[in-house]
């Protein structure tokens, strides 16, 4: 599947591949990714089934890793280093379980090898809920989604995959059904393998429970050259809530 992209600078050098998560799209990383590319080449690439790339109903993390296999041929990328958050992070990890010679090194944002118990059913509920050409603006949209999702950010991090049909409908970006069809899966532990002994860096979010201190200890009995970093005053999405000390420390990790 081709993949659509992003690139930032040109420089010589293993490129810097960022992954996404799970409802995400290569926007949510402009702003790092023009950073980034100042130091290094940036490509930021929309997942199956999300932003722009196309849709299928295979929405697995084999299917993922499959798809960078084809960005970096089609590019001639040798080796990257490669940078996911959530689910993005879960795709690196199996590309390094299925390609590990064309990854130069890890960066794994707020995310484990374990099993997660699913935690966007009500999410889910809501897409399927919520028919965007029923409504005349995002506004609107918003509202409705707001009878089930309380949490603002969460309603704008969602209603910026809206986009609008070739008669000015709008729709959702992402595949729905597929995403949630292959939800169970994308749960599930995808594991580093203790073979793997290039840099890994694992970026977590103080407030944040997706890397818990049994987390730490299983990271570090299976990979010893792993590094761990904090970032403070951040959750889930630490490139969103702490952007300056998130940005410190991924380019302290690519100069």
Request: hydrophobic share 40%; aromatic share 8%; glycine share 6%.
């Amino acid at each position: 599947m081709r993949s659509h992209y992003r690139q930032y600078g040109t420089h010589s050098g293993a490129p810097l591949v960022v992954l996404h998560g799970l409802f995400g799209s290569l926007n949510n990383w402009h702003s790092h990714a023009r950073e980034f590319g100042e130091r290094r080449t940036v490509y930021t690439i929309d997942a199956r089934n999300h932003g722009a790339s196309p849709h299928d109903p295979d929405a697995t993390y084999p299917a993922m890793s499959a798809d960078l296999v084809e960005f970096f041929d089609e590019h001639h990328i040798a080796e990257a280093i490669v940078m996911g958050h959530s689910m993005g992070g879960k795709t690196a990890m199996r590309f390094a379980a299925d390609h590990s010679e064309r990854v130069a090194s890890l960066i794994i944002v707020d995310m484990a090898e374990r099993p997660y118990e699913p935690v966007h059913q009500d999410i889910f509920a809501a897409l399927e809920r919520v028919d965007p050409g029923s409504y005349a603006s995002r506004e609107e949209v918003d509202r409705a989604l707001g009878e089930t999702i309380l949490k603002e950010p969460v309603r704008q991090f969602l209603t910026a995959n809206i986009i609008r049909d070739e008669l000015g409908r709008m729709q959702w970006r992402m595949n729905v059904p597929a995403l949630k069809a292959c939800y169970g899966e994308l749960a599930e532990r995808v594991d580093i393998p203790r073979t793997f002994t290039k840099p890994i860096l694992f970026i977590r979010g103080e407030r944040s429970r997706f890397i818990t201190p049994e987390d730490e200890r299983e990271i570090m009995a299976h990979h010893p050259h792993a590094r761990i970093i904090t970032v403070p005053d951040a959750g889930h999405w630490v490139h969103a809530d702490n952007p300056e000390e998130f940005r410190r420390v991924v380019i302290d990790a690519i100069s």
